[in-house]
């Protein structure tokens, strides 16, 4: 169920791009390289964040308002996003790194689809949480098909905050409309950072 689902938010973070930006490089420069392919994982990112002084591979999700960089990640749900100097190593022996990133995102996602569910009055669920304790909710909307056995192709998806997707079946009317809009909107209203409240087909995000 959702309750509680907000909890997790904290206040949103008053420290400037710019600074973020200026941090990630240098924990980029100090750490070694993590040549662990199997903890490398695409992630959704803000629209914003894609520019040119961004310190590793990252480009526009499709034409989606997203974009998308890749990270390794760590138990602790600590994510170091792969620098140049890692792509271009992997990529001068041959490794299809992106692929092997959806590979991994594939897995993961096919174990643990989704964080929370409601279900209607048929015993089905109808809406999704993707607020999943690895912090990587959102990129599971990257894989083809991942909830077509609960929903088949008829729903939309949303990630109105950077930790945290949300997928409902279409058609919806009544309560099952109000709380499947309602988590989209608070999400985005209360999350540390808001992405987009828009509503979107899943197939947009089949990009990769």
Do not use: H
């Amino acid at each position: 169920m959702f309750k509680g689902l907000f909890e997790k938010f904290r206040k949103r973070s008053g420290v400037s791009e710019a600074s973020q930006l200026e941090t990630l490089r240098e924990v980029l420069r100090r750490n070694p390289e993590d040549n662990d392919l199997a903890k490398v994982f695409p992630q959704v990112m803000p629209l914003s964040a894609v520019r040119s002084d961004w310190p590793g591979p990252i480009e526009r999700l499709g034409d989606l308002p997203f974009g998308v960089s890749w990270a390794v990640a760590d138990p602790q749900n600590y994510f170091r996003y792969v620098s140049w100097d890692m792509s271009r190593n992997w990529e001068a022996g041959g490794t299809n790194w992106r692929g092997m990133a959806m590979e991994n995102l594939t897995e993961l996602s096919r174990r643990y689809p989704y964080a929370g569910s409601k279900k209607g009055a048929d015993g089905r669920p109808f809406v999704l949480s993707l607020l999943n304790e690895d912090s990587m909710g959102p990129s599971r909307l990257l894989v083809p098909g991942l909830f077509q056995d609960l929903f088949g192709d008829d729903y939309t998806v949303a990630i109105p905050e950077r930790t945290c997707g949300v997928a409902y079946r279409n058609g919806l009317v009544g309560e099952e409309a109000l709380l499947a809009n309602d988590v989209v909107d608070k999400c985005f209203k209360v999350g540390t950072e808001p992405m987009s409240n828009e509503r979107f087909d899943p197939k947009r995000f089949w990009v990769l």
